[in-house]
C-alpha cells in the first residue's frame, strides 16, 4: 500500500507562485515516476508534469516554461513550483505515484489563482 500527502495548495493573485509537495510513503520501489495531474471543475484530469526516478520530466503544454516538477528521492517526496499562475491554472491538484504494483493517487489539493 502506498499513501501520498499533498501540501502547499492555496489562494494566489494571477501572476503570482506556489509550491506543491507531495510525500509518499509505504511500499515504495527505487523505480517509479512521481507526478501532478489538475482538474478543474467540469474539466476532465489533465496531466501538469510528471518525473521519473531517474529525472526525466514531461509538461503539459499549459503549463511548460511556468512550472517546474523535481523530487528528492531520498525522501520520497516530489515538487511543483509553479511560477506566473493564471486563473486558468485553478484546479484541484492531484500527485500520483506510478511502479510495477500499479498506481497511486494523493486525495487532491486546491490551488485558487485570482484575477
Known amino acids: 500500500q502506498v499513501q501520498l500527502v499533498e501540501s502547499g495548495g492555496g489562494l494566489v493573485q494571477a501572476g503570482g507562485s506556489l509550491r506543491l509537495s507531495c510525500a509518499a510513503s509505504?511500499?515504495?520501489?527505487?523505480?517509479?515516476?512521481m507526478g501532478w495531474y489538475r482538474q478543474a471543475p467540469g474539466k476532465q484530469r489533465e496531466l501538469v508534469a510528471t518525473?521519473?526516478?531517474?529525472?526525466?520530466?514531461n509538461y503539459g503544454d499549459s503549463v511548460k516554461g511556468r512550472f517546474t516538477i523535481s523530487r528528492d528521492n531520498a525522501k520520497n517526496t516530489v515538487y511543483l513550483q509553479m511560477n506566473s499562475l493564471k486563473p486558468e491554472d485553478t484546479a484541484v491538484y492531484y500527485c500520483a505515484l506510478r511502479q510495477v504494483l500499479g498506481g497511486y493517487w494523493g486525495q487532491g489539493t486546491q490551488v485558487t489563482v485570482s484575477s
Open positions: 509505504g511500499s515504495i520501489f527505487s523505480i517509479n515516476a
Open positions: 518525473i521519473t526516478s531517474g529525472g526525466s520530466t
